[in-house]
Structure formats: structure tokens, C-alpha cells
């Protein structure tokens, strides 16, 4: 398995070559490569003090370590909010870019499961770090690691000191105190922290996409404050935009009509305060089916005549209206299979439920599945009941529904 130490620094190169001392120090995996994160002036440093000063080469020849050359050393520089590396991020839209492109490398290189990665949040500036840190909470996986370097003092941040010599090497200090290299202590400090990687679906663990690091942590929040959730169906779109109370934050599609309908039929049976959507009553399953029929009538050229029964207007469909079924991507033959005896609603709940868990965070996801959660006296529950009528736990005013 890969090992890949990531780091940010700012001023300070010298983090690096202190983390990569403190490694050998507790016996951790020597870095088969080594990423560092930081600003265009930082990257100068870096260069200056690893590679023209030859101190990250001196490293490994004292430690015995194979050599980490500039092809082994990846330094990116963090482009701004106008895409151009940063001398240091000052402005807010700066901070949002800092944040997208950290959270962005770290999904990257935790969506490779051949490696083991060792973040260092000893260097760059405090946001700098902390950005790193929680990207390491929320995509980290049980290999991965995060530290900071502890340096005895008077060592810390003097430009001449990388790592403690075996030789003597003085240097003088501002106040004119004259320290031996030699002499150094450094204390690598494991840095526990929350992995919450299992709580993100797919999409948002996988590297890529527009995905940001405020859309992110707004979405997870969402989940956690369900009260403050605006959910509307867009049916010509099919696509289900999540708000708070002032913003949009995010939206799922859907590629199947046939589960779409269902999934606005039971949010507009979520706004009404309905309960008749149940399977238990009799003649449930065909009330199911009528309501899903409706559902496509209002987005199909396909006809609803109230005066003939439910299974009447079934075959009139597949008799006459076969390719305005496949046109909208449902076959005829799967229509016919889950709308004979009325609608089987277990196999399209459970697709519905399934993409938005592979879209949204854990808690976000169920609030908006479809659940039973209206009782035999019709009342909308905040908890699922067993043979209760289908909705969403969300209050009527919260869900909306856009032709």
C-alpha cells in the first residue's frame, strides 16, 4: 500500500522535513511520496529550503532513508477565487477557494483505497489547517492519519533549522542565544479525529464534480436541523431542489419517470396531510396505482377517464399508448408487471430511497425518503409505523411542488 504524506505549510518549509523526522522517530511508515499544499510565495519557500538548500536530501541520507526527489514531491500552489495562485488568502472568496481546493485534494487521495495517507497540520495558516483537518474528518478512512510536530523551543520556526543533526550545528537566535541543532527534540503529536466518511454517499466521497466545501458542510447540516428544510419537486425536470430557509443548496435527479410520479405523488400527499396512500385498506394497491396514473397523466399525453376502472384504463394504456410509455423511458411490459394487481410500490420506494442515499449525507437522506408515517387515525408521525399510510417526514409547509 502507497504511503503519501500531505502537508500544508506557509513561511515555514521546514514542517515537513520535521514531520518526515518525527515518523522515524515513532516508527511510522516512511512516505513513498509527499504532497504539499500551500501559497505561490509559499511554494518559493519551499523549493528554496528543500531542494536549492539540499535540506530534505540531508534528511534522508542522515535517517537512512530512500531519497524524495522533486519527482516524488508534488507542491501545489492554491489558486484564489480568480483561479491564480495566491500569495496569501486574504479576502472571502479566497478562504472559499482555499477551502474547495483542500477538501478537494484530500477526496482525491482518500478515493484511492491502494493508499494510506498522513496529513500534517503543523504548518500554512490556522484556516489552512483547519480546513485540512476537517476534510480529514469527513473523508479519512481507518488507514489514515493526522499529526502535528512539536519542537523543542528555540528551534521552531528559525529558518536555519530542519531537523535535529547528529553533528554539532549552531545557530543564534534573535536575542542573541546560541543553540546546538544537535540538541533539538521533536515530538511528533497524533492528531485523533472523528472519521464520518461512512455517514457520505458515494457521489459525495468520490473525487471530482462541482462539489464544494460550504455546499458540503451545508448539506450535513441541513440533515441535522430538519426543521429548516424547503424540499421542491420540479416535475417537468424531474429533480428535487433542497433549500434552507433562504438558499438553495443542493438538487437530485431522477432518471426514472415511473419512480419519479410515485415520488410526487407521495409528497404532495405529504402537503395535503393525505393518508389514504396505504397498502393495508382495501383496494389500496389499485388506490396506489391511481394515484401514479394521475401522476403521469399530468406529465404524458396519455388520457384519464375517470368513469372507467382501474383496470380498464390499464389496458387502454398498453393497448394504445405503448410508445408514449417507452418515449418517456418506461417499457410497456415493466409498467404492465408493477401496475397489474395495482401499484407494487416496494420496488420503486426502494429505488427512490436508494438515490438519495447515494446523494445526500445520512441524515438529510432520511428526511426525504418515503416512509410510513401516517397512523390508522390519519396523523402525520415523526417516526415510521408499521401498514401506515406513505409521506415523508417533513411538515406540509416545507414541501412544494413546481409544474
Request: charged residues 25%; proline residues 4%; aromatic residues 6%.
Amino acid at each position: 500500500m502507497e504511503s503519501i504524506l500531505l502537508a500544508v505549510t506557509g513561511m515555514t518549509p521546514q514542517v515537513v522535513t520535521e514531520t518526515l523526522y518525527g515518523l522515524v522517530e515513532k516508527g511510522e511508515p516512511w512516505p513513498d511520496r509527499v504532497e504539499i499544499i500551500t501559497t505561490r510565495q509559499g511554494a518559493e519557500r519551499v523549493k528554496a529550503g528543500l531542494f536549492d538548500q539540499e535540506h530534505l536530501a540531508r534528511l534522508c541520507e542522515a535517517l537512512g532513508k530512500p531519497s524524495l526527489t522533486p519527482e516524488q514531491v508534488t507542491i501545489h500552489q492554491v489558486p484564489g477565487a480568480d483561479g491564480v495562485p495566491v500569495d496569501d488568502a486574504r479576502t472571502l472568496d479566497d478562504h472559499e477557494a482555499l477551502a474547495d481546493y483542500i477538501m478537494e485534494r484530500v477526496r482525491h487521495l482518500t478515493a484511492n483505497d491502494d493508499c494510506a495517507l498522513h496529513a500534517s497540520i503543523a504548518g500554512g495558516r490556522k484556516t489552512m489547517t483547519f480546513y485540512l483537518g476537517y476534510a480529514m474528518s469527513l473523508f479519512g478512512r481507518p488507514q489514515d492519519r493526522m499529526s502535528h510536530v512539536l519542537v523543542s523551543e528555540g528551534f521552531e520556526n528559525h529558518p536555519d533549522f530542519y531537523f535535529p543533526t547528529r553533528e554539532s550545528h549552531l545557530i543564534t537566535l534573535r536575542d542573541g542565544t546560541v543553540l546546538d541543532m544537535r540538541d533539538a527534540r521533536i515530538n511528533l503529536a497524533d492528531i485523533p479525529f472523528i472519521r464520518q466518511r461512512g455517514h457520505l454517499p458515494g457521489a459525495l466521497r468520490a473525487s471530482g464534480g462541482d462539489l464544494s466545501f460550504r455546499r458540503l458542510v451545508d448539506l450535513i447540516n441541513l440533515g441535522q436541523r430538519p426543521e429548516t428544510i424547503r424540499a421542491v419537486w420540479h416535475a417537468a425536470e424531474m429533480c428535487l431542489e433542497l433549500r434552507d430557509t433562504q438558499r438553495c443548496l443542493g438538487r437530485v435527479t431522477f432518471a426514472s419517470r415511473f419512480d419519479w410520479s410515485w415520488y410526487q405523488a407521495v409528497a404532495e400527499a405529504t402537503r395535503a396531510g393525505d393518508a389514504s396512500l396505504r397498502r393495508s385498506s382495501e383496494g389500496g394497491s389499485e388506490h396506489l396505482g391511481r394515484c401514479l396514473m394521475m401522476q403521469l397523466a399530468r406529465s404524458l399525453p396519455l388520457p384519464l377517464e375517470p368513469a372507467l376502472g382501474y383496470r380498464e384504463q390499464l389496458a387502454q394504456w398498453l393497448d394504445h399508448y405503448e410508445g408514449v410509455l417507452e418515449d418517456a423511458g418506461i417499457r410497456p411490459v415493466d409498467f404492465e408487471a408493477s401496475m397489474r394487481l395495482g401499484l407494487d410500490v416496494a420496488q420503486a420506494t426502494t429505488r427512490i430511497n436508494r438515490r438519495l442515499a447515494e446523494a445526500l449525507p445520512d441524515a438529510l437522506a432520511r428526511c426525504l425518503k418515503i416512509q410510513q408515517v401516517f397512523d390508522a387515525q390519519g396523523r402525520h408521525l415523526t417516526r415510521t409505523t408499521r401498514g401506515g399510510g406513505y409521506g415523508l417526514l417533513l411538515r406540509d409547509e416545507q414541501v412544494a411542488i413546481s409544474e
